[in-house]
């Protein structure tokens, strides 16, 4: 739709000059400008915004999207951002700018959550009915070196009771929303999965059935105190559940795991200041067994925050942001049936620490500065203590109809990390705290960004350099069967190492008209360092994306919504194994260099089409047909060992989905 403004401007100027002696009348000058016709195109696309400044998706608008399984996820539709990466086809987090995933801040109605993703990465954690604002920007004040991504729920009070349900042949959801009284309001969400029932032996991974299901529940109890201030209680537990075998051995991995919060939070809001208090605790956990020929084990690990944390927005764009947490976390606990008197179990770590932010926005005629400042106080009881203060800035530009620029700068200290033998979603990734296994995580950074509106406002173009240098990176370099074979110490298993991410990206994104949607490139090199004896001087990361080409377009025709996700990558790296001993029943593998192959490039083309049942007034229905990977493309997941125990042989294979196309059907019901 164009929307046309009319402004007519009749300027009278009377100018009175000096008399002079050879006239005396007074002469007039009348100046009239003609009508002045301003078009803009209104923005109907999903999403608007900045990278730096930050990216908002629109729910309402997202429903004319490609829903994969009947469900629109937020986190696809992240995951095609520039800058953003994912390790596979399967997996729910994203690596920003060349990061861990743990390098991103994900918050759930002002909490951290941990583990965004469900088994094999097909769902996020996230119910959208429920959580519909939406926010992501890859600028963060918190202590993290990444990005920040924002979901909460509207925090307004309903004066009737309305609801979304949605039913197909993988999944089902339902939200509600109902007003208890005029200052009051109860919102209730629930998602179960139930894949296997429809599709049973059909989903494999490597010629080995996979099963697994998932529940998500939210709750959200809002009450308007007064005019400016806003009470919500929020709850959220997510339970999943899995099997599988990995490699030609057969070896059986299980599981079950389970995150979820509890938040009591105020928001004040008036002309002369915004404040924000919460006090939450978090947390994630899982067990995990693995079981092969005579030997079994189980992995445990969990991760518990308490915290109590403060955002206050003050006059002369002043704001300060604190929290207090602590944290118990339990990093991967192997116990081993064989009992081996080497094995020790791992420790459980106590962690208090402190932040404080403070920053001050200054404008001039379109140029504005945003120093900032991170101190932070951290203690890992009876083992390291530790103090910094960060400070950064972001400098801005705005040339009007010529676009904006934006570079910003500064250091980053991170004091959490997740790690693991795998990127796909599978029960055995685990936190673990800086301080006795590796000191806080740190980096320099500096991000330039160019972003232009033009022909109207139909099209949005954003450009984005960054360049990183990293202090205490993790990699984890331990498989399977080393747990499996050796006595474990977490040590043993993690590289820390240093290293520099730096690369460039580009989005075009069509605002305006049937079609809309956004085309993103990104190239991305994550280099580290090893000490070059046991791992080579420089190597590339095993999150490393060199190359991302997505693809994200919608056509409304109608009844009809459809739409589409393209995505073309190269393949991450990984170590092969070289050879294999089996010594006193024990495997002994010895590998090649690190990362120093690569996973074939991956390719995925998913499909979507929505078609809107008539409109009843009080309610709205339809049913979406989906396609998961539409073209069926073979694309690997991971590298695995296979073990031939009585050739004494080892080579790397590839594990991916035997049914390479997941078609869905489901019904949605809106009132």
Not at 97 to 116: A, F, R
Not at 453 to 479: P, S, V
Not at 544 to 564: C, P, Q, T, W
């Amino acid at each position: 739709m164009i929307s046309r403004i009319k402004i007519l401007f009749l300027i009278t100027a009377t100018i009175p000059f000096a008399r002079c002696p050879a006239q005396k009348d007074t002469v007039y000058y009348n100046y009239t400008i003609d009508e002045v016709t301003l078009t803009e195109h209104r923005n109907v696309s999903a999403i608007s915004g900045t990278m730096v400044q930050g990216i908002r998706i629109d729910s309402k608008k997202m429903e004319t999207y490609p829903k994969l399984f009947g469900y629109t996820d937020p986190m696809q539709y992240i995951q095609s951002l520039p800058g953003v990466s994912t390790i596979n086809g399967c997996e729910s987090g994203m690596h920003v700018q060349g990061g861990e995933t743990s390098h991103n801040l994900i918050m759930l109605s002002d909490v951290p959550v941990y583990s965004v993703t469900h088994l094999l990465g097909l769902f996020s954690i996230f119910n959208q009915d429920h959580v519909p604002q939406v926010r992501f920007s890859t600028s963060t004040y918190s202590p993290f070196l990444a990005a920040q991504l924002s979901l909460d729920h509207a925090d307004t009070i309903p004066d009737h009771l309305s609801g979304v349900g949605m039913l197909g042949i993988i999944s089902a959801q339902g939200s509600f929303n109902a007003p208890l009284s005029s200052k009051t309001s109860v919102t209730l969400s629930a998602r179960r999965t139930f894949m296997n029932a429809v599709y049973g032996d059909l989903l494999m991974y490597d010629d080995n059935p996979v099963t697994f299901g998932f529940t998500d529940l939210n709750f959200t109890l809002l009450h308007q105190l007064n005019r400016h201030n806003k009470l919500d209680l929020n709850m959220f537990y997510s339970f999943d559940e899995g099997s599988t075998k990995y490699g030609k051995n057969k070896m059986s991995v299980s599981g079950a795991w389970d995150n979820g919060f509890a938040s009591l939070r105020w928001r004040h809001n008036s002309p002369r200041l915004r404040a924000s208090t919460s006090a939450f605790v978090t947390g994630r956990s899982l067990e995990s067994t693995i079981l092969q020929n005579n030997v079994n084990g189980k992995l445990k690990s969990n991760l518990i925050q308490y915290s109590i944390k403060t955002d206050v927005q003050l006059p002369l764009r002043f704001r300060i942001l604190a929290d207090a947490s602590y944290y118990s976390i339990l990093p991967q606990c192997p116990e081993i049936s064989l009992n081996k008197p080497e094995s020790s179990a791992q420790e459980t770590q106590q962690v208090f620490q402190v932040d404080a932010i403070i920053n001050r926005t200054f404008r001039s005629e379109g140029l504005s500065i945003t120093p900032t400042l991170l101190i932070t106080g951290y203690n890992e009881l009876d083992r390291y203590k530790g103090f910094n203060a960060d400070p950064a800035f972001t400098l801005e530009y705005d040339m009007y109809r010529h676009g904006n620029i934006t570079f910003e700068s500064g250091v980053k200290h991170q004091y959490l990390a997740q790690t693991g033998m795998t990127n796909i979603g599978l029960p055995i990734e685990f936190y673990v705290a800086s301080g006795h296994y590796f000191k806080p995580q740190n980096s320099l950074f500096a991000t330039l960004s160019y972003d232009l509106q033009f022909l109207n406002g139909k099209y949005a173009l954003t450009l984005q350099a960054y360049g990183k240098r990293l202090w205490n990176q993790i990699e984890y370099t331990g498989f399977f069967y080393d747990i499996m074979s050796y006595p474990y110490r977490l040590e043993d298993n993690i590289l820390i190492c240093s290293g520099y991410n730096y690369g460039a990206s580009l989005m075009l994104t069509k605002q305006a008209g049937s079609f809309t949607g956004w085309l993103s490139y990104s190239y991305n090199q994550s280099i580290r360092e090893g000490d070059g004896i046991n791992y080579p001087k420089l190597f590339h990361s095993s999150h490393e994306r060199r190359h991302e080409l997505n693809a994200v377009i919608s056509y409304k025709a109608g009844r009809f919504d459809m739409g589409g996700m393209f995505l073309l990558a190269s393949g991450i790296p990984y170590t092969p194994a070289k050879n294999l001993y089996i010594v006193s029943n024990t495997v002994i593998i010895y590998y090649d260099e690190y990362n120093s192959s690569y996973l074939p490039p991956m390719t995925r083309l998913d499909l979507s089409v929505t078609y809107n049942l008539k409109n009843h007034g009080k309610y709205t229905h339809g049913i979406n047909l989906s396609l998961f990977n539409a073209c069926g493309f073979p694309n690997k997941l991971m590298g695995y060992l296979n073990l031939n125990t009585e050739k004494q042989t080892v080579k790397y294979d590839y594990a991916q989905f035997i049914v390479p196309v997941i078609p869905s059907i489901s019904y949605f019901y809106r009132f």
